[in-house]
């Protein structure tokens, strides 16, 4: 009864509007969503099969099996089956309460409400219960349900703005507008209940920025294209309501279609320990085989003789059958190598770690009250191996708010304090700020920090006043009063909102527009400027211009663009004013600001008039439009008198910069996939510093073709190498050449620094062809990497390129819907909790409230994590090595019997009472050096990408450290029992002695182990490590005392046993001979090694013991200047901007509409930390050094 029809391919979708039965029948997705992995029904299978994906608990499984046959167990079967049943319970449980959580937040959503229109009325709805082909209503701020084709709005024209932050990134709003046909039903329930159009459109797929469809309605056929639709995940903004026929739902949507799937993440050392099992395996096989042979030939050749005495008949037993019976009973015994306890433990330690995250001060954001959250506690230590960290940019590394800081105005720079002597004065927080508070519409936020500027304006500078005229006229920026009477701007980017707030707060107010004027107050009067013409800014052009007529009667034409554009149109004798305007702009892009350059032109009567005829034109053209019209906007721009520039900061988040140079000497590398254009990607770039003038090159790839892509991969890497060299353009003739090139090549020594920057059609072409692999290989080569206007697909590509190809550990972080498919792609997924919801976060593995978190996320955590996983891992096997091995040096003795050399009890505790708490204790708090050298040398992080610390060579040095150990353990005793008398005369060499001394030594060498393992030392190490001895003492002793053998004669045989022999002096010094005899090698070998080649770490150690008195408190730090190239503040759109709507009227608002949302503005002190960090490093290297 619920088996359903397979549903088919979709080729196109055919919606009706107002007609659930007609819809129903193409069986179209409802709008519910599903981000968790599993139901209750398949829970228990599917959490089961990824659990046995892990080797171990395959072997384990194996070994439970082997157990419950009598004939080959010496073990009992609970011994293996509570364990692994306990392990798999705890990871069920904690995959149950993660899974948990993803339901929580699919039911919240799920269960938002919206209204419908339904049976010709408006209904409340849940989100889950909206079916393709209704008609919602959304109202102001509110997210959008689905995909909807926009039908109506409550502004002119059917226009309405959306914030598309979860999509793309961006927080500037954008336009959408219904087609005029359907703008017509407003807000008329009957009559949009009577609406019954049909959308033919194209298949559900994730391109965001493309929609083609058509909408057929009274015979008519109206085509629809991305302007007409409203995605999933935007929010309505400054329209009051709006209505809208959806089209796609619930995993149909855009945003769902670019969400990608949850995956199983597992850390490598994970993988790598399910290949260790099948290496110990392996290894136990042919231990087995070993002494199953030896068995065989011992019966043959002994055990005929001792038949008689077991009362075994003749032939009842062969030799070969006894051997293939011992076979499986020694892979049954020397099953500890691995048990299941190493895999409990490193549960717990992985736990433990996540607390230290959860409960880490330093992370914890104070004004959002805001904690860092590990969301997962299978991953730690992969953070200590990060190689490549994908950064989306808005919201990630910066605020997205704009900061007036600095101007220069006819060839002097304001926002600079100066001292009596003409040099640039401290900054004292409170004395240079300008105090705006007298006049009305201000902004508190907004600070200024040059007295002399609002002094220039008071004394009535023309030039000063002509500026901020400029800026408050020349913009595509829309205001309106909220229910307080307070002025509140609408920006289409924040660029344009900060100089508008600017010229605002010294005097220069806008205050309204029409399709014909713009009004602004200009020192407390009101004038009104008549609007003749806006020529509006694109990519090509970087500059926008506006004609104005003044009350005076003259013609103005006010420009802003970027300098190297507006600096070619300047009359000649602006070319002193040019080259000071020049440098300031320089020493502004050289502490990271983003630069405009302002110009005017004053324009005759009769020459506008005939311009305007042309542009009239122009505009009635069909041919060559859009040239005519560019041709005509160059005409007039030109002649133009400078005066100035303006520098806007791009507030980046708190300890970007720190934080960026930080990780880059850690050796890794840092790419920002960003849905933002491209300049302003690279103005963060610039800001961040993962691009500098420093650089030898930095590349541009934005072919529009596969061929064109390849051509400039191809000379960038010419330019790069320095040479011609082949590209190869076979595609299936070697695959494996060309992996093995892009390996070698990589791996090349690359002299100098290159950043690579990509748009989002180049990457296209290149991540759907071949152009991969040269993609690949020169943007590794490169130390930075932007990729702009990228859709969320394309970034989880990115992501799973490097991963695929270059086979390193990932991390990508970011804080939007947009970043959610890179998220899951990751090895690593950060969200960062910021502006732009929780989606971001509820994907992660790891999240915080700032990206200046990730350094200590990964220096500190992410290193020790991986540096006590890693010695927890070495030391453990190399214990259960020699633990477990001397029972293959007793099988020789004692005829291959499968005698255990121990008794059971010490057997069942030794890995899960006398070494399970020492070890834990290690492997949670042990810490090479602080957490304040940690940060100050980033350098030690370069073990974990090399993957040092724990790989094939360490676990074979470990495993031979083992059998040393394990021979030392068996042989010195056995060698001193062989004559052995006791102090009463009586001989001491029975089987029990000798187990007992050797537990005995067994314990005394692996606790001395660990202690010299220990670089951290705590109470509870000591506590661990030393009452884990007085333990095992304490039970040897209960166990072997008359008492328990009375009550469980068969449990406990070896009566009296432990005071008997532990009274013996000589019992004593062979334990004592036999740890020196274990621990000696160890001492030298590390006494040489630290001495002889110290690493990094180890001199850091010695540094630390040295080191006496407080560290010194770092000096004060210092804005310091960065030679930059001129990066242009005007990136506020990436195609047209606003201007035809501006001049049509179509956006001018009616009134009574919702207040709007307010622009943000804080301030942000950039200091350049970079020189600081690196000093630091470089003194605290040279401090121990010395």
């Not at 840092?670 to 849905?675: A, C, M, N, P, V």
């Not at 020790?864 to 453990?876: A, E, G, H, P």
């Not at 690493?1095 to 804005?1119: C, H, I």
């Amino acid at each position: 009864m619920f088996c359903s029809k397979k549903k088919l391919l979709e080729v196109e979708r055919v919606v009706k509007a107002n007609d659930r039965e007609y819809n129903e029948k193409f069986q179209y997705a409802d709008n519910r969503i599903h981000t968790s992995k599993y139901s209750l029904l398949t829970f228990l299978p599917i959490n089961l099969f990824e659990q046995f994906q892990r080797v171990a608990n395959a072997y384990f499984l194996f070994l439970l099996i082997l157990q419950l046959i009598p004939e080959i167990s010496s073990l009992t079967w609970f011994t293996t089956f509570v364990p692994l049943v306990l392990v798999i319970i705890m990871t069920a449980v904690k995959d149950a309460t993660d899974d948990y959580f993803r339901h929580k937040s699919d039911d919240q959503v799920n269960n938002r409400q919206s209204e419908v229109l339904i049976d010709s009325k408006m209904q409340n709805e849940k989100w889950m219960n909206v079916k393709v082909g209704d008609i919602i209503k959304l109202e102001n701020n509110q997210f959008v349900a689905a995909d909807l084709l926009l039908l109506s709005s409550s502004e002119p024209h059917g226009l309405c703005y959306i914030e598309t932050a979860e999509l793309d990134g961006e927080t500037n709003l954008k336009v959408r507008h219904a087609l005029s046909v359907t703008s017509e039903l407003g807000a008329d329930i009957s009559r949009l209940a009577r609406f019954d159009g049909i959308v033919v459109c194209e298949a559900p797929n994730n391109k965001l920025d493309q929609f083609s469809g058509v909408l057929s309605w009274k015979e008519s056929k109206y085509p629809l294209n991305n302007e007409k639709i409203i995605l999933r995940g935007c929010v309505l903004r400054n329209t009051s309501w709006c209505f809208g026929l959806v089209v796609f739902a619930g995993p149909d949507t855009k945003l769902m279609q670019n969400s990608g799937k949850a995956k199983f993440k597992r850390t490598s050392i994970d993988r790598f320990m399910n290949t260790l099992v099948l290496w110990i395996f392996g290894f136990l096989v042919c231990l087995g085989i070993i002494l199953a042979i030896g068995n065989s030939i011992w019966e043959n050749q002994v055990g005929d003789q001792f038949r008689a005495f077991l009362f075994r008949n003749e032939g009842e037993k062969n030799a070969v059958f006894s051997g293939f019976l011992t076979f499986w009973s020694y892979i049954i015994i020397l099953n500890t190598v691995v048990p299941i306890s190493l895999y409990v433990s490193v549960e717990v330690i992985r736990l433990g770690h996540s607390y230290f995250i959860n409960w880490d001060r330093k992370m914890y954001y104070s004004r959002k009250a805001t904690p860092a959250e590990a969301r997962t506690t299978t991953l730690n230590e992969e953070l200590g191996q990060i190689e490549y960290v994908f950064s989306d940019k808005t919201g990630t590394l910066t605020q997205n708010v704009m900061t007036f800081k600095k101007c220069s105005i006819n060839g002097r720079i304001y926002g600079e304090v100066h001292d009596e002597f003409s040099q640039k004065a401290e900054r004292t927080k409170e004395k240079e700020h300008v105090n705006f508070s007298v006049k009305p519409q201000t902004d508190k936020t907004f600070q200024f920090c040059d007295h002399s500027l609002m002094e220039s304006i008071k004394l009535g500078d023309p030039q000063v006043h002509e500026f901020f005229r400029l800026l408050a006229v020349c913009h595509t920026v829309m205001s309106e009063e909220n229910s307080a009477g307070q002025l509140i701007y609408q920006v289409q980017s924040p660029d344009e909102g900060a100089l508008v707030t600017a010229a605002r707060h010294f005097g220069f107010v806008f205050k309204s527009r029409t399709p014909e004027t713009i009004t602004i107050e200009e020192l407390g009067t009101l004038v009104t400027y008549q609007l003749l013409a806006f020529l509006d800014f694109n990519n090509i052009r970087k500059r926008m211009s506006v004609i104005v007529r003044n009350p005076e009667g003259q013609i103005k034409l006010y420009s802003k663009g970027a300098d190297i554009i507006l600096f070619e149109k300047l009359l000649p004798f602006n070319e002193d004013l040019r080259s000071l305007t020049s440098d300031h702009i320089s020493e502004f892009a050289g502490e990271g600001l983003r630069t405009l350059a302002i110009a005017y032109r004053d324009l005759d009567d009769q020459y506008f008039k005939e311009w305007q005829k042309m542009l009239e034109d122009a505009n009635a053209s069909a041919n060559e439009r859009d040239e005519w019209i560019a041709g005509l906007y160059e005409e007039i721009e030109r002649d133009l008198m400078l005066l100035g520039a303006t520098a806007v900061e791009d507030k980046l988040q708190d300890g970007i910069i720190e934080t960026v140079t930080s990780l880059s000497l850690a050796n890794i590398k840092i790419w920002i996939l960003t849905g933002d254009k491209q300049e302003t990607a690279i103005n963060v770039g610039y800001a961040c510093n993962m691009l500098t003038d420093d650089m030898n090159d930095v590349f541009v790839i934005s072919g529009n073709t596969e061929t064109e892509v390849r051509e400039e991969l191809r000379k960038a890497k010419e330019n790069l190498f320095g040479q011609i060299r082949s590209v190869s353009n076979s595609r299936v003739d070697c695959e494996k050449k060309q992996q093995q090139e892009l390996n070698s090549v990589v791996d090349e020594t690359v002299t100098g620094e290159y950043a690579l920057i990509i748009n989002g059609h180049s990457l296209a072409h290149a991540l759907e062809s071949d152009v991969k692999n040269d993609l690949l290989e020169l943007a590794c080569m490169c130390k930075t990497v932007v990729c702009c206007r990228v859709t969320p697909l394309q970034k989880a590509q990115v992501v799973e390129l490097v991963k695929t190809h270059r086979n390193a550990v990932t991390l990508a972080i970011g804080d939007g819907a947009n970043d959610v498919s890179m998220i899951k792609s990751a090895h690593i997924g950060v969200g960062i909790s910021g502006q732009e919801g929780l989606q971001a976060v509820l994907a992660s593995d790891y999240s915080f409230a700032q990206f200046r978190y990730l350094q200590r996320l990964l220096l500190v955590h992410g290193r020790w994590s991986y540096l006590r996983m890693c010695k927890f891992l070495y030391y453990f096997f190399y214990k259960n090595f020699a633990f477990t091995l001397v029972h293959f040096w007793f099988g020789f003795l004692c005829g291959f019997s499968a005698q255990t050399v121990y008794d059971q009890w010490f057997i069942t505790l030794f890995n899960i009472v006398y070494t399970s708490l020492p070890v834990l204790a290690m492997g949670i708090f042990d810490q090479d050096v602080s957490e304040q050298n940690s940060m100050d040398c980033p350098q030690l992080y370069e073990p974990g990408q090399l993957n040092l610390l724990f790989n094939k060579r360490k676990f074979f040095i470990c495993v031979a450290h083992g059998i040393y150990t394990s021979l030392v353990l068996f042989f010195i005793p056995y060698g001193a029992f062989y004559n052995m008398v006791g102090e009463d005369g009586q001989h001491v060499a029975d089987y029990q002695s000798f187990a007992v001394t050797l537990a005995t030594s067994l314990v005394i060498v692996v606790s001395v182990q660990i202690a010299m393992d220990t670089s951290y030392w705590t109470v509870i190490n000591h506590v661990f490590i030393w009452g884990s001895i007085a333990t095992y003492f304490a039970i040897l002793f209960t166990t072997h005392s008359n008492g328990m053998f009375g009550i469980f004669p068969n449990q406990f045989p070896f009566v009296g046993n432990a005071r008997h022999s532990l009274t013996q002096k000589c019992i004593w010094l062979v334990i004592i001979l036999t740890t020196v005899a274990s621990v000696l090698p160890v001492v030298i070998f590390r006494f040489l090694k630290v001495n002889l080649y110290p690493t990094l770490s180890d001199q850091l150690r010695q540094w630390q013991r040295t080191e006496k008195k407080a560290r010194p408190k770092s000096s004060r730090r210092l804005q310091t200047r960065r030679s930059s190239s001129r990066r242009s503040g005007y990136a506020f759109a990436h195609q047209e901007g606003y201007g035809e709507l501006i001049t049509s009227g179509r956006n001018m608002r009616v009134k009574g509409t919702s207040p709007p949302l307010g622009l943000e503005k804080t301030l942000y002190n950039n200091n350049n930390r970079i020189e600081n960090l690196c000093k630091k490093t470089t003194d605290t290297l040279s401090r121990f050094k010395q």
